[in-house]
């Protein structure tokens, strides 16, 4: 009999199993597919000479920014891997204030070069160790690069402040909202706690008329409201003594919904004339105590005031602010050192405030009322923003805000990192160093992840409109010569001593990009399936 034509083929050794992983590729690239391309969305916006967005939302409202925060979190993002840059962008926000733009262009660099080595057969967990690593050594390479810094120094807070708003839309009016921002955030830290700054004690009122130019900080409080009062009420209080009230000066109302019928004239009178004695009697309490200047809380069960305690409150030559907002009580009895009044039983003078001067004054097409000249101030500050249009009015607030919490990072690491790219270039070439002493796969990892980190200076270049290979090819070589604080002068075109350009920036914004971008990007490495679920 003919033997068979094809032989049977050997019965697998025990322990041989074949395992199919396409899925699991399929799964990791589309995330990483994803990831980046939220990565490459905001890659224009970076540094001084990057992009503005346009942002449209469904209701007509447009935003035009180049924070990378404000652009991800108004970005309408379904794929999971995709939302977690965004979050990623919203932790270096909360983090450090800056960086948000730099913390997700890194993140989808190192993602870039984690696809190149899967596909050259590392393991996903391999990669995500060597990040660890690699994030730990980055950080030791900034804090050798760091310059230790005071408060006192005021230049040096001014320079890197002015380093956070070169890259905003309103960067031609950092010489004016550096400094401001620096004054506003010394004033309300405590001698006390030196190494905490709250951002709740600094409040920034928008107002639209005039421009920029026009913004100011404010010793006191500003109400973004007219003085409400009826004809003949004051409008100025000078030696003010300023209640804070929580109650309502009207007439009282039920608890449930009811209907009272009156069918006869004289009741109707008895119930007009105890309505009139009764606030008649709260006012009188009010002027006994010597307070000349009430602050009445927004009510939802009734109005705050009437037609009728208004007159009796402007007979008094009492100025009144009223709707005022619940989560404002606190800053405002803060700054003005006084007690909220929550019954008219307990108006008595100790619980007041006291300042030089109240005034209603005009502010572009509206009022605001100003209170200045406040005895015993709490450390806080008010900043008035001006514009000439919302969107640049936003934009300044935005602004503003990276600005304060770049001090707010000075404030709790008291160390200052050239800017430029430079930190990028210097962790790149030290990691790739250090990447040679290694041996096996972490090696390679290690040398592929440091190399992506050059994304910071090619990107900062290739938005200013220079050659980037030249120009990272050029700073490599600086560095290479130990000139670690030489970094892309985007101004000039060429490559100089950003110290002496005074472009510097926190410690801590530079340490937490980088150590966030790792920390996502391993998360994003070891996930190899999605599960949905209804």
Not at 140 to 167: C, F, H, W, Y
């Amino acid at each position: 009999m003919a033997a068979p034509a094809v032989a049977a083929a050997p019965s697998a050794r025990k322990g041989e199993t074949y395992t199919d992983t396409k899925r699991r590729d399929d799964v990791r690239g589309a995330n990483i597919a994803a990831a980046r391309a939220v990565a490459d969305a905001v890659r224009t916006s970076l540094g001084p000479r990057g992009m503005d967005k346009m942002i449209s939302s469904g209701d007509q409202e447009v935003i035009i920014t180049n924070d990378g925060a404000t652009i991800l979190s108004r970005m309408s993002l379904l794929q999971p891997a995709a939302r977690m840059l965004a979050e990623l962008s919203r932790s270096q926000d909360a983090a450090a204030g800056d960086g948000t733009t730099t913390v997700v262009v890194i993140a989808g660099a190192l993602l870039r070069r984690a696809q190149s080595l899967l596909a050259a057969g590392a393991h996903p967990t391999a990669a995500a160790d060597s990040l660890h690593r690699l994030a730990a050594r980055a950080v030791q390479v900034l804090e050798g690069m760091a310059i230790p810094i005071e408060l006192t120094d005021r230049d040096s807070l001014v320079k890197s402040a002015s380093t956070a708003l070169n890259s905003k839309v309103v960067s031609q009016y950092s010489g004016l909202l550096a400094p401001l921002a620096v004054d506003a955030a010394l004033s309300v830290v405590d001698p006390a706690h030196p190494e905490l700054l709250d951002l709740r004690d600094i409040r920034i009122i928008k107002k639209l008329g005039g421009t920029v130019d026009d913004t100011e900080l404010v010793r006191g409080l500003i109400f973004d409201k007219k003085a409400s009062h009826a004809a003949g009420g004051p409008s100025r209080i000078e030696n003010a003594k300023i209640a804070v009230i929580q109650f309502q000066i009207s007439p009282p109302k039920t608890d449930i919904e009811q209907s009272v019928i009156v069918s006869d004239y004289a009741q109707m009178d008895r119930i007009l004339r105890e309505e009139r004695n009764y606030i008649l009697g709260m006012v009188k309490k009010i002027k006994a105590s010597g307070c000349n200047v009430l602050l009445i809380q927004k009510s939802i069960l009734r109005d705050a005031v009437t037609e009728l305690s208004l007159h009796y409150l402007s007979k008094a030559k009492i100025l009144v602010v009223k709707d005022v907002e619940r989560d404002e009580i606190e800053f405002i009895t803060k700054t003005l050192n006084c007690l909220p009044i929550a019954n008219i039983e307990h108006f008595r003078e100790d619980k007041l405030g006291y300042a030089d001067v109240v005034e209603e004054v005009s502010a572009g097409d509206g009022k605001i009322v100003k209170i200045t000249g406040i005895r015993d101030m709490g450390r806080t500050a008010t900043v008035l923003v001006r514009g000439s249009n919302q969107l640049v009015i936003d934009e300044a607030d935005r602004s503003i805000h990276d600005a304060l919490c770049v001090i707010r990072c000075l404030v709790n690491k008291r160390f200052l990192i050239a800017g430029g790219g430079a930190p990028e270039i210097e962790m790149s070439m030290q990691l790739a160093a250090w990447s040679k002493e290694l041996h096996g796969m972490e090696s390679y990892c290690i040398k592929e992840f440091a190399d992506a980190l050059e994304v910071i200076p090619y990107t900062l270049a290739e938005n200013a409109g220079l050659n980037p290979i030249a120009i990272v090819t050029e700073l490599r070589n600086r560095h290479a010569k130990g000139e670690k604080n030489t970094g892309i002068n985007v101004r000039k075109g060429q490559i100089t001593n950003i110290l002496e350009e005074n472009v510097v920036q926190p410690l801590l914004v530079s340490t937490s990009a980088i150590s966030l971008a790792c920390e996502c990007v391993r998360m994003i490495l070891k996930i190899d399936d999605i599960v949905t679920v209804r």
